[in-house]
Structure formats: C-alpha cells, structure tokens
C-alpha cells in the first residue's frame, strides 16, 4: 500500500515513465534533494521482509545469506539487484528517494557505509544512530539512479551527487558493519575527506544494544519471578517482604542489569558483550535463587552488590 501511494504521487509529478523522464527529474531535482525519511527507511525495512518471506530475494555465490535471518539479511548489492533496481526501473529509472518524493527532500543528514553490510543491520543501525533534530538523510543505495548511467554521475567527484549532498548535510554518519571496515570502500574515505575539509559534524552510529539487553534479563527475570514466588508461597520470605509489588522487585533488578549492560558495550569487544551480560544476569539471578530457597550464606553479599544501584532495595530473605 505504502509503494502503491509513492507511484500515484509520482505519476503526478511525472507525465511519463521512461528513462529520458526519469534524467529530467533528476537534473530538475538537485542531487542534496534525494533523500528520505525514518519513516521511508522504516517502511523499506517492512518490505524488505515481505519479499524474503515471498521468496522474491535469493542468495548468490557472493552472498550466501540466510533467507530467516532478521539481524543482518541480504547485502546492499543483492538488495540494491533485485529489489532497487527492478522496483525503480517499473516505475520510471529514477532513483529510490525521488520515487518516494518527486519533489525532493533537502539532505540533514548524509550516510556513509560500505555495501557489504546486511540491510537489516545497515537499517537498525543508522535508525539508532539517527540525530532526533534531523529528518532527511541521503543514502547513496536509494538517493543515486541506480537504473541510469552512473559512472557519468561519478566522472568528476567534486561535481558528483555524493559532493554536493555531503555540502548540503548538516551531519555525517558512519555507519560500520560486522564484516568489513567501512574505510575499504573508496567512496567513503573521499567522504571522510570531504566531511573533514567542511568542518562537517561527524557521528557513528551504533547498533540498537537496548533489544539486546531486554532479550538477555527476560528470562532470567522470569526465572527468578517463579522462585520468588514459590518462596513466599512456602514462607521463606518474611511477612514485610510479602505487601512489596513483586513488579517493584524486578523494576529495580532491570534498571541495574541494563545499566551495567549500557556500561558494558564501552568497555568490552562489540561481539563478546552480550556473552558476559548473559553470564552475569545468569549469576546473580541463581545466587538470590539460592539464597531464597536454600538459605545461602553469602546472600547478603549479594544484595548489597545490587544496593549500589538503588539503597532501597527491598530483597531480604
């Protein structure tokens, strides 16, 4: 429905569906005008996922990727093959952004990344990573004609769309990727280059690590939820612990997990944080299992180590 509603304004603005349309709209639109929304990039994300499920995006021999995987899915290249590029060339040759707005959106932001990322990672990433205050960002996979010739939009650099986009951006984002570094793509060390010689703000986006931190104290806490339960059915807990909100009790156990957890992504290897996280949330919630039901010596240790997060912590078995 959402595509459906971006080719009826586009037949609005364009009278015909051709290539030739297509360079018109492209030069009447300036190149820092071919941006889009969070609302566009969400909307991307959606129909990315509704053509893997209808078998529409197939791996290759240079991306042999995992058709159910949701966290890092197929590379921009096979996206930009056989969704961008088909897409687009039903609707005319244009690009992705002037597909969406024929009039144009202004460039706030101006992404760099490197194409080998998967697009759900490259999406969750530059979604986290987006400032608040700005709304239109320039992504060379869907702001560039991917139908057209564009090595003629490339043969000058400093006269290419990339230039005058990144002029125009208030802010620049990296966006890294799990497989290779950013800075192997030539295009985004002449980016880094420009970004520097415009005294452009520079920020790197960071992966959503807040979905992580919940998947990894949910089952603790509902492990501990049920021990906590049956002790206080079987009277291991005082009568003055029993008229506490059990809710009041995991309310406080979060916010210190997924603070220790914020902390920890600053301090250890982006790929191994969510190992000791777990191993921690594990730890603590057996050892005031134990202490609940079988009386262990050293509980009181225990929940004075959580105290430091909240002096209030009302645990006493």
Not at 32 to 55: P, Y
Not at 266 to 288: E, I, P, T
Request: net charge negative; charged share 15%.
């Amino acid at each position: 429905r959402y595509i459906a509603q971006c080719f009826r304004r586009l037949s609005a603005a364009m009278t015909a569906s051709s290539t030739s349309a297509a360079y018109a709209l492209h030069k009447a639109v300036g190149p820092e005008h071919w941006s889009i929304t969070r609302r566009d990039l969400k909307c991307f994300r959606k129909l990315i996922c509704e053509t893997l499920r209808a078998g529409d995006i197939h791996p290759t021999d240079q991306d042999d990727f995992n058709c159910a995987d949701r966290i890092c899915g197929p590379s921009m290249h096979t996206v930009v093959e056989q969704v961008i590029k088909p897409t687009t060339h039903s609707a005319g040759d244009m690009s992705w952004a002037l597909m969406l707005h024929p009039g144009g959106l202004k460039c706030d932001v101006f992404v760099t990344h490197a194409w080998q990322e998967g697009i759900f990672e490259f999406i969750d990433c530059l979604l986290s990573g987006w400032p608040f205050r700005l709304k239109h960002a320039w992504i060379c996979a869907l702001a560039v004609p991917q139908n057209l010739d564009i090595e003629a939009l490339l043969s000058v650099p400093s006269e290419s769309p990339f230039s005058k986009a990144l002029h125009c951006a208030t802010e620049v984002i990296v966006v890294p990727n799990s497989k290779t570094s950013v800075y192997t793509r030539i295009w985004c060390v002449y980016e880094a280059f420009l970004a520097y010689e415009n005294d452009k703000v520079i920020s790197v986006a960071h992966a959503p690590y807040i979905a992580d931190v919940a998947h990894s104290v949910a089952l603790p806490m509902i492990i501990y939820a049920i021990v906590w339960a049956a002790a206080m059915a079987t009277g291991s807990i005082e009568v003055s612990i029993k008229q506490l909100p059990l809710v009041q009790h995991l309310l406080t156990m979060c916010m210190g997990f997924a603070g220790l957890a914020g902390m920890m992504t600053f301090f250890v290897d982006h790929k191994m944080w969510k190992v000791y996280n777990h191993l921690f949330v594990f730890a603590v919630c057996g050892k005031l299992a134990m202490a609940t039901l079988l009386d262990y010596p050293y509980e009181q240790d225990v929940i004075e180590t959580l105290q430091c997060n909240n002096p209030q912590f009302p645990f006493r078995a």
